[in-house]
């Protein structure tokens, strides 16, 4: 019930303070602002992206050597419009040197969210959702990796998505249950390609690198 009652607060205080954007859609409590910049309704601090009361309990150390505000330069990201734009990645450069056949990463980041209850089914979602793009043009191909350590609990799926245009539709997804999830794509048009990381369900959280290379159209 006390859950309940901070939902309907929050949105109501969201509304009441115009922090919240319902621009950036559905996907509840979405922190507002810019990477590394958060903005929440007052009281309310960003966690893994969500604007909550207190910090989820994955912010303490049972990840291992993460911590819960690892990447917290890259959130809020928990919807498309907020993806993080991977380096090389943007669309005014796209002949960055280091383009092609370098793998780029990014380590130490982090699923890590809260599990809210829906009054109405009882059941769970929230939790974090990390979304990065990168700019592609049309036959360029990427081959990403999403490298964690799998465990039950502990499962974290990706997908590769279209752009705003296709409503963000899903071009592949990987969802495998042991360590590390792999997508290769080759660019059918030239625009914004979105990586989605997620738990499996939004009570599986875990550490992640993401790892990609990409090689130029034949
Ligand atoms: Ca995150
Ligand atoms: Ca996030």
Redesign the pocket.
């Known amino acids: 019930m006390k859950r309940i009652f901070l939902l309907f607060s929050l949105v109501s205080m969201a509304a009441l303070s115009g922090c919240y954007d319902p621009s950036l859609g559905p996907f509840p409590f979405v922190c507002g602002g810019s990477h590394g910049n958060p903005e929440c309704p007052e009281g309310y601090s960003c966690y893994?992206?969500q604007c909550l009361d207190q910090a989820p309990a994955c912010y303490d150390s049972y990840l291992g050597p993460i911590k819960g505000d690892a990447d917290r330069d890259f959130?809020?990201?928990?919807v498309p419009k907020l993806a993080y734009t991977v380096i090389c990645g943007d669309e005014v450069n796209p002949y960055c040197p280091q383009r092609y056949g370098i793998q780029q990463q990014y380590v130490n980041l982090v699923i890590c969210g809260e599990a809210l209850t829906d009054p109405a089914s009882g059941g769970l979602y929230g939790g974090?959702?990390?979304y990065y793009r990168i700019y592609m043009s049309m036959g360029e191909s990427i081959a990403i990796t999403l490298k964690y350590n799998y465990q039950m609990g502990k499962d974290l799926d990706m997908r590769l998505l279209g752009d705003e245009q296709s409503n963000w539709a899903q071009l592949k997804m990987s969802q495998s249950t042991n360590d590390d999830e792999q997508i290769t794509h080759t660019a059918e048009y030239t625009g914004w390609y979105y990586i989605e990381i997620k738990g499996k369900t939004p009570t599986d959280n875990q550490f992640y690198a993401l790892q990609w290379t990409l090689t130029a159209a034949q």
């Open positions: 893994g992206g959130e809020p990201n928990n974090d959702r990390d």
